[in-house]
């Protein structure tokens, strides 16, 4: 648990994150602000999450921009 203490992503599953994004994008703005091939050839859930949990470098590109998005809201909604 100490060693979790500074990860912002500890208890948020890929699912959760994956579903988040393309919520708020959808699948052709998320391939393009991610570039990951896969959103535009293959757009489900599924499948997406079995890439990116065999794809480490995918992985981090849409935690990174997860974060990214998650700090971008936060400084839209400060006065």
Do not use: C
Request: hydrophobic share 35%; no cysteine.
């Amino acid at each position: 648990m100490e060693q979790q203490k500074n990860n912002p992503l500890h208890g948020i599953t890929l699912q959760s994150i994956l579903e988040y994004l393309v919520e708020l994008y959808g699948w052709e703005e998320l391939a393009a602000r991610v570039n990951i091939t896969n959103f535009t050839k293959n757009p489900s859930i599924n499948s997406n999450l079995k890439l990116l949990r065999n794809t480490p470098w995918a992985r981090k590109k849409v935690e990174d921009f997860y974060l990214y998005t998650l700090r971008k809201q936060r400084q839209n909604k400060k006065p």
